[in-house]
């Protein structure tokens, strides 16, 4: 299966370090384009209006990504949507990675976090994830889902992006019984015990699971 890794507009500086070596193909997106190029990476498709692009980075784009879509800044759908949308249409499986959707403007990031939640993304909603220097959050629809720790990310968030219910989460060091909820809540810091999985389950809803680290680190443990 195929990764595609879309890189929208967002500060350079909240992209991880080593997102260059990300395998799969790439979509840049309005100003996000730019960043690959300077990076050296040969994308296959650039989506947006470019309005946060001068001319001459324009130009630079033009010359070096051969399948541009560009559209009117006036549009019903963000350049990160038509993104998606073109990931989804041209690539039946594999993960869609969104890199540069935070930092920067409060309503782009929350524009890009609840993506997903769109019911023309929603039947894909488990192959979307959005990624930067300090976190990765996942998406799952209602079932029963273990929850695997990632290296370097010492903490784990369950958030419901929409009315919930009976969450339960087991074998994390804060478990929670089946628990509803009509308005999004973010269950924040919580930690995998050792290197386990832990299960969370409901029966309607979506819910994002955030990994997150500190961006400095503390030296000792509490």
């Not at 395998?23 to 498709?45: K, M, Y």
């Not at 629809?141 to 903490?155: F, K, T």
């Not at 074998?171 to 930690?191: H, I, V």
Request: aromatic share 8%.
């Amino acid at each position: 299966m195929t990764t595609i890794n879309i890189m929208a507009g967002g500060p350079h500086d909240d992209l991880p370090t080593d997102w260059q070596e990300l395998p799969g193909v790439w979509i840049g997106v309005d100003r996000g384009i730019l960043h690959l190029v300077e990076a050296g990476i040969q994308p296959d498709l650039a989506v947006g209006d470019f309005d946060s692009l001068t001319l001459s980075e324009l130009r630079a784009v033009r010359e070096h990504v051969k399948k541009i879509r560009q559209v009117p800044s006036e549009k019903d759908d963000t350049d990160t949507e038509l993104a998606v949308k073109a990931a989804l249409q041209c690539f039946s499986t594999g993960n869609v990675i969104i890199l540069g959707a935070t930092g920067g403007r409060l309503d782009h990031f929350l524009s890009n976090l609840f993506l997903p939640l769109q019911s023309r993304f929603l039947p894909a909603i488990e192959r979307i994830h959005l990624l930067d220097v300090q976190n990765r959050v996942d998406y799952y629809a209602p079932g029963v889902h273990e929850i695997q720790p990632l290296p370097d990310y010492r903490y784990v968030a369950v958030v419901n992006l929409t009315p919930i219910t009976d969450l339960t989460i087991t074998g994390a060091k804060y478990p929670l019984k089946a628990w509803d909820n009509a308005s999004p809540f973010s269950w924040a810091s919580n930690e995998f015990v050792g290197t386990k999985p832990f299960t969370v389950s409901w029966t309607k809803g979506v819910v994002a699971i955030v990994y997150s680290r500190d961006r400095r680190g503390q030296k000792v443990d509490n």
